[in-house]
Every structure is written in structure tokens, then in C-alpha cells.
């Protein structure tokens, strides 16, 4: 428990803010040298006055149906354990959200949820939200080897890559994808299996809920993680116009796919997310585009209006929360007292 602890303290107070400095040190190298970056501002600036700013108020309100999408998916998922409405549903999502910017690739985000779900119900609640997730890692996953495949010239012509390892990354997300969609579709095979696991038979209360995914269900998450995707494609070709960053649809989508791909791959701290995420966007974006300010500055919109804006949303949300269980508690002592 203690090395457990010591290594959470050097993740987070040391190499999350190093590896933070490196990346924004990097970046801004980028940005420097970038030979119109006088003009670049200057356009950034024109954005806010112009009509463009409407690209900004659409992100925003793409931002809403990214999350209420994501609120749907959950409320399928979990209707077996507990019905949810939509409201709740998009409460919890974004409480979720408010947990998972100070984890390690947000795994934070499930204690979230399961703080609106019933006490007999949190616990299996986790294994149905993970399936969710697999399926927006699946979409993620076709998607960004769809784009290592067709920038395959683009990213060896820019030396990003040898064609030998770019080869072996594209045969190695291959053989993922098709190792989830087993366990994607054979949920209740993979349920059974664990509750043989002789260490796991006290805990099989917990996967006996991945019994209740059929197909249809299963589908259905698929297809509310393809709308989410295409809405941070979305997002992302409005703020490249926004900011200048001249790129055709085509070459946004599959530049922002394979960016993506690297992302879920890589692990994440909360403190150098946004680095990283600038860092991979400079590199692939940056095939086809040299405003490096626009490409970092896109991103970070992205970043912000998704995340922080939400997290903070989903934090007021749990304090009324804890007001609420606190009042409840109140309420319990004084019943007994006076009985």
C-alpha cells in the first residue's frame, strides 16, 4: 500500500509536471519557429471579431451533444441494474468527467458515475460502464488505423516513422481490434470464464451483469460511440478553420483519427495531457499544415471546451451531492434520537 501510494506521489508531483514542462518547452520551439507566426496571430485575433466566432459558439453546443450522447450510451448500458433517466444519466456523466482530470487516463471518471446509482448497484455498475468504454476504444481503434493507412505515404514522407515500425503499428492495432471484438460480442462467455477464476468467485455478482448485453445492445453502443467520434471531428475541422489552420476535410479527419489512435495508446497524466495532446496534433496535422500556433491552439480549445468546462459543471454537481447525503445523514440521527 505504501509503495502504491509512493508511486502515485511520483506520477503526480514529479514526473506528470516534468514530462508537462518538456512537452510545453517542445511545443513552443515549434511555434517560434514558425516563419509567419506574426501573421498567424494576428488572424487568431481577427477570429474573435469576425464571423467566425460562431465556429466557437458551434463547438460549444457540439460540446453538449458530445456529452449527452455519451449520457445516452451510459443509460443503455446500465438500464439492466438501474433504469436512469436522461437528465440523471447526463449528471453523472459529467461528475464523471469532473473525477477523471486528475487521473491517469481518466479512470476517474467511473467513480463519478456510480455516485447517482443505489448502494446495492455502484459496484456492478463499474464492469457495465468499462464495456461502454471498450466500444468508444474500438471506434477509436478502426478509425486510427483507417487513417495510419491511408496518411501512410504523408507520415513516411514526413519521417514520423520508419515504414518498417509503421507497419508493425498497423498489424499490432489490427490484431487489438480484433481481440476486443471477441470480447466485445462474447460478453457472457467472458463472464463465465471469470467466475471460475477460484479467486474471483466471491466477486462474480459483479460480471454477472455483462450476461444481460445482447447483440442489439452491444450494437447500439457502437453506433453512440461512431456519433461521438464524428462530433470531435466536427469539433476539431471548425476550430482549424477558426484559427486558420488550412486543412481540407479529408486530411482534418484522418490526421485528428490517427492523433487519437496515439492517444489511446499511450498513457496519460493529468497535468501533461494537454502537452501531449498538442505534441501529437503538431506532429500529424502537421503534415499538411505549417500554422503550428493554429494546429496547438485548436487543440487546446478542443481540450478546454470538453473537459475543463464539464469538469467543472460536474463539480458543482458533487458538492450538491454531498450536501444532499449529508443532509440525509442528518435527517437518519435525528429520527433515532427521537424515537
Known sequence: MKLHRNIKIFINYLLGPVLFLWLSWSIYQEISRQPDIGLAWQHIKTSFR?????????????????????????????NRIQPLSFSTAFRAILSGVSFSVSTPNRVGEYLGRILYMEDGNRLKTIAVTIV????????????GLSGL??????IEA???????????????VMAAILVLLLFYFRLSW???WIDRLPFMKKFNY????????NTGILVRLLAFSFLRYLVFIGQYYLLFVFFDVKLSGWEACWSVSVSFLVMAILPTFAIAELGLKG???????????????????????????????PAILGSLLILGIKKLYTG???DQISSSLKN
Open 132 to 143: 461502454g468504454s471498450i466500444s468508444q476504444l474500438i471506434i477509436t481503434l478502426v478509425m
Open 328 to 330: 440525509e445523514k442528518e
Open 158 to 172: 514526413g519521417q514520423v516513422v520508419s515504414g518498417l515500425w509503421l507497419q508493425v503499428v498497423i498489424y499490432g
Open 50 to 78: 469576425s464571423p467566425l466566432l460562431l465556429n466557437l459558439i458551434a463547438v460549444t453546443g457540439l460540446m453538449v451533444v458530445n456529452w449527452s450522447l455519451e449520457a445516452w450510451k451510459w443509460k443503455i448500458a446500465v
Open 279 to 309: 505534441k501529437v496534433a503538431l506532429i500529424f496535422t502537421g503534415l499538411f499544415s505549417s500554422n503550428k500556433a493554429g494546429i496547438f491552439f485548436a487543440t487546446a480549445g478542443i481540450w478546454f471546451i470538453n473537459l475543463v468546462i
Open 206 to 213: 459483479l460480471t454477472r451483469a455483462l450476461e444481460d448485453f
Open 190 to 192: 467472458l463472464a463465465n
Open 149 to 154: 493507412i491511408l496518411l501512410k505515404p504523408a
